[in-house]
């Protein structure tokens, strides 16, 4: 059974950074497409970045280009979110995602996804 768990959040000032992880335990699949979402409160849960874990292409929300980097350690089977210039606005719960199968849809549909961490809280002070 999949299970992925993050870590790495926590309260920061506003142009601070924090860095996510996301441990993924009993992945058995050749590949997969991994990705970052958030929700806050009142919120629909949206996409912020995805990476196809076999090629390592990478995608993002516009509000996140050039502040995040989504990227991978294959031999921990970690997934990475790097946050830099955080803003108020992007104080939400972070989710890590994935999916195994070989479709399922775009990266930024939460649906498609069948795997989720239990989230992990990013709050950021102006």
């Known amino acids: 059974q999949v299970q992925l768990v993050e870590s790495g959040g926590g309260s920061v000032q506003a142009g601070g950074s924090l860095r996510l992880s996301c441990a993924a335990f009993?992945?058995?699949?050749?590949?997969?497409?991994m990705g970052w979402f958030r929700q806050a409160p009142g919120k629909e849960r949206e996409g912020v970045a995805a990476i196809y874990t076999r090629n390592g292409r990478t995608y993002y929300a516009d509000s996140v280009k050039g502040r995040f980097t989504i990227s991978q350690d294959n031999a921990k089977n970690t997934l990475y979110l790097q946050m830099n210039s955080l803003k108020p606005e992007d104080t939400a719960m972070y989710y890590c995602?994935?999916?195994?199968?070989?479709?399922?849809?775009?990266?930024?549909?939460?649906?498609?996804?069948?795997?989720w961490g239990q989230g992990t809280q990013v709050t950021v002070s102006s």
């Open positions: 995602a994935a999916d195994f199968r070989p479709g399922g849809g775009a990266w930024s549909i939460p649906g498609r996804y069948n795997y």
């Open positions: 009993g992945v058995t699949y050749s590949s997969s497409v």
